[in-house]
């Protein structure tokens, strides 16, 4: 199982970034993919879910209504939409693949390497 993720880069307050997310070596259309981010020196944290239709879909409270998740099951991809970023948005970011519906790290199986999203003020 491979997911590579990429996107990620220098952006201003206030701006925006989409991140990309492929996958391989796995039935991708029976997984929820999950996107979480570790800030410096902080544990990682969920951002957010999508079922494996993509018609479901969960954010974190700090996320929700700027970032938006989806997925293209014929192209093995989930993307994560951020808008009005700000600077607490700044760490790196993982896509991750569980087989459950979950915000728990420890339930997902399979990791990207991470992408850096650096936010600055």
């Known amino acids: 199982v491979q997911l590579q993720a990429s996107g990620g880069g220098l952006v201003q307050a206030g701006g925006s970034l989409r991140l990309s997310c492929a996958a391989s070596?796995?039935?991708?259309?029976?997984?929820?993919m999950g996107w979480f981010r570790q800030a410096p020196g902080k544990e990682r944290e969920f951002v957010a879910i999508?079922?494996?239709?993509?018609?479901?879909?969960y954010y974190a409270d700090s996320v929700r209504g700027r970032f938006t998740v989806s997925r293209d099951n014929a192209k093995n991809m989930v993307s994560l939409q951020m808008n009005s970023l700000n600077t607490e948005d700044t760490a790196v970011y993982y896509c991750?693949?569980?087989?459950?519906?979950?915000?728990?790290?420890?339930?997902?199986?399979?990791w990207g390497q991470g992408t850096l999203v650096t936010v600055s003020s």
């Open positions: 991750a693949a569980s087989p459950r519906h979950t915000v728990r790290a420890q339930y997902y199986d399979a």
């Open positions: 070596g796995l039935t991708f259309s029976r997984y929820y």
């Open positions: 999508i079922d494996w239709s993509g018609g479901g879909t």
